[in-house]
């Protein structure tokens, strides 16, 4: 668990109390990821800690120029339309990881005004009753199994499925929203498909909460946004949150990336 080093940690668990003359057990908040968010939603976030709305390229704000040192051909997972987020500072980009790209760069300040690093916390008991779901790179279909899906990461492969043939691969990271959504309805393990949180492992792990449920307000979402990386570590240490132990998340992980075999 994460421990707060300054006043923020009170505020976060209180904040949600004393504001409310009916507040109980059922309004504590709990830190669930950190993202990144340009500097005017961050300054509007900032006024009243709350976050009821996701920018378009959030997704893109987050996992551009995110790669580990040495893995630049590892897919960074785009799972939908929604909020990003990882699980701990040090998986937030880098303002310096760029430096190639540096006409970009200066286009997206121009434009954004900079990148603000933020925490963000859900209602407990409300992310504890949301669906969540395991989203993998991608689908097999092969003939071995009457056609059955099987999920795999790309480049890895169970034993027992290395004689099938496969006849249709179906990419998941990166595909439209209806795509995802209809993969989790294939699953039938939550109620609520189209709102179910997704989760995805490559380097690190990242969560996404659809937009719907952010512009919803269904997890009561509160975040502070930081100037710097270094802002945001002062206030929180490092270690990362254990999301896997934290939350029960539906389908299956097959294996940390570090084991798989990459093609």
Same mark, same amino acid.
């Not at 976060?12 to 709990?30: E, G, I």
């Not at 976050?51 to 390229?57: A, G, K, P, R």
């Not at 056609?147 to 499925?161: F, H, L, M, V, Y």
């Given at each position: 668990?994460?421990?707060?080093?300054?006043?923020?940690?009170?505020?976060?668990?209180?904040?949600?109390?004393?504001?409310?003359?009916?507040?109980?057990?059922?309004?504590?908040?709990?830190?669930?990821?950190?993202?990144?968010?340009?500097?005017?939603?961050?300054?509007?976030?900032?006024?009243?800690?709350?976050? +009821?709305?996701?920018?378009?390229?959030?997704?893109? /704000?987050? $996992? *551009?120029?995110?790669?580990?040192?040495? =893995? @630049?051909?590892? #897919? +960074?997972?785009?799972?939908?339309?929604?909020?990003? /987020?990882? $699980? *701990?500072?040090?998986?937030?980009?880098? =303002? @310096?990881?760029? #430096?190639?790209?540096?006409?970009?760069?200066?286009?997206?300040?121009?434009?954004?005004?900079?990148?603000?690093?933020?925490?963000?916390?859900?209602?407990?008991?409300?992310?504890?009753?949301?669906?969540?779901?395991?989203?993998?790179?991608?689908?097999?279909?092969?003939?071995?199994?009457?056609?059955?899906?099987?999920?795999?990461?790309?480049?890895?492969?169970?034993?027992?499925?290395?004689?099938?043939?496969?006849?249709?691969?179906?990419?998941?990271?990166?595909?439209?929203?209806?795509?995802?959504?209809?993969?989790?309805?294939?699953?039938?393990?939550?109620?609520?498909?189209?709102?179910?949180?997704?989760?995805?492992?490559?380097?690190?792990?990242?969560?996404?909460?659809?937009?719907?449920?952010?512009?919803?307000?269904?997890?009561?979402?509160?975040?502070?946004?930081?100037?710097?990386?270094?802002?945001?570590?002062?206030?929180?240490?490092?270690?990362?949150?254990?999301?896997?132990?934290?939350?029960?998340?539906?389908?299956?992980?097959?294996?940390?990336?570090?084991?798989?075999?990459?093609?």
């Amino acid at each position: 668990m994460l421990r707060s080093k300054s006043t923020l940690a009170v505020l976060l668990a209180l904040s949600f109390f004393f504001d409310r003359a009916q507040a109980f057990w059922w309004d504590k908040h709990v830190l669930i990821g950190f993202t990144v968010l340009s500097e005017d939603q961050a300054k509007l976030v900032n006024k009243d800690n709350k976050l +009821s709305f996701v920018q378009e390229d959030q997704a893109e /704000l987050l $996992n *551009e120029g995110n790669e580990p040192d040495g =893995e @630049d051909s590892l #897919d +960074s997972p785009r799972l939908g339309l929604g909020l990003y /987020l990882v $699980n *701990e500072p040090g998986g937030l980009p880098d =303002e @310096d990881d760029d #430096d190639d790209d540096d006409d970009d760069d200066d286009e997206r300040e121009e434009k954004k005004g900079g990148n603000w690093y933020c925490a963000v916390a859900a209602n407990e008991r409300k992310m504890g009753d949301i669906g969540k779901v395991f989203i993998p790179k991608s689908l097999e279909k092969s003939t071995s199994d009457g056609g059955k899906a099987k999920e795999i990461d790309e480049g890895w492969q169970p034993t027992s499925w290395s004689q099938t043939t496969p006849k249709e691969r179906q990419e998941l990271w990166g595909a439209d929203e209806e795509v995802i959504v209809d993969y989790i309805k294939s699953m039938g393990v939550v109620s609520k498909p189209k709102k179910a949180v997704r989760f995805a492992i490559n380097w690190q792990w990242q969560m996404l909460i659809p937009t719907k449920v952010v512009n919803g307000g269904d997890l009561d979402l509160w975040a502070n946004c930081y100037e710097s990386e270094e802002d945001l570590v002062e206030e929180f240490s490092t270690e990362a949150i254990d999301w896997k132990s934290a939350f029960e998340i539906k389908g299956d992980r097959t294996t940390d990336w570090r084991h798989w075999t990459w093609s």
